[in-house]
């Protein structure tokens, strides 16, 4: 009866953290501080299966004297904000100048807790 006690006591204290872990992105291509020829494809990878809900590509124009980034362009990416996966492959929408982008994606994983997060690269010549 005391090992079902305890049994019980210790899946109470650690099944709530397992059921509303927020999911975490594990991987991405480009990665985060890459220096790449122009991506055909960008690939999220997270540890949990997710709703992607936003993604967006931004130009960086520079970096203000307070050491803030200056964006330029917005580019909405096209994707199935329908889909949960965890694993995400958008089509980049044409060929990237050579410079500094970031990626901005959010989404909502399966414990309905939503996470954002970005990744930065740099397109170089061929």
């Known amino acids: 009866m005391k090992q079902c006690l305890a049994l019980s006591v210790i899946l109470a204290?650690?099944?709530?953290?397992?059921?509303?872990?927020?999911?975490?992105?594990?991987?991405?291509?480009?990665?985060?501080?890459?220096f790449v020829t122009s991506p055909e494809t960008f690939v999220l990878n997270f540890d949990n299966k997710?709703?992607?809900?936003?993604?967006?590509?931004?130009?960086?124009?520079?970096?203000?004297?307070?050491?803030?980034?200056?964006?330029?362009?917005?580019?909405?990416?096209?994707?199935?904000?329908?889909?949960?996966a965890r694993s995400?492959?958008?089509?980049?929408?044409?060929?990237?100048?050579?410079?500094?982008?970031?990626?901005l994606w959010r989404c909502i994983a399966s414990d309905s807790h939503f996470s954002t997060g970005e990744f930065f690269f740099t397109v170089i010549s061929d």
């Open 13 to 34: 204290i650690v099944l709530p953290g397992v059921v509303y872990a927020h999911a975490k992105i594990v991987s991405t291509v480009p990665a985060d501080g890459d």
């Open 50 to 84: 997710v709703r992607l809900t936003g993604m967006e590509l931004h130009t960086i124009e520079g970096v203000s004297a307070e050491e803030r980034t200056l964006e330029g362009d917005i580019l909405q990416l096209d994707f199935d904000p329908e889909a949960s």
């Open 88 to 103: 995400f492959t958008v089509a980049v929408p044409g060929l990237l100048q050579p410079g500094e982008y970031y990626l």
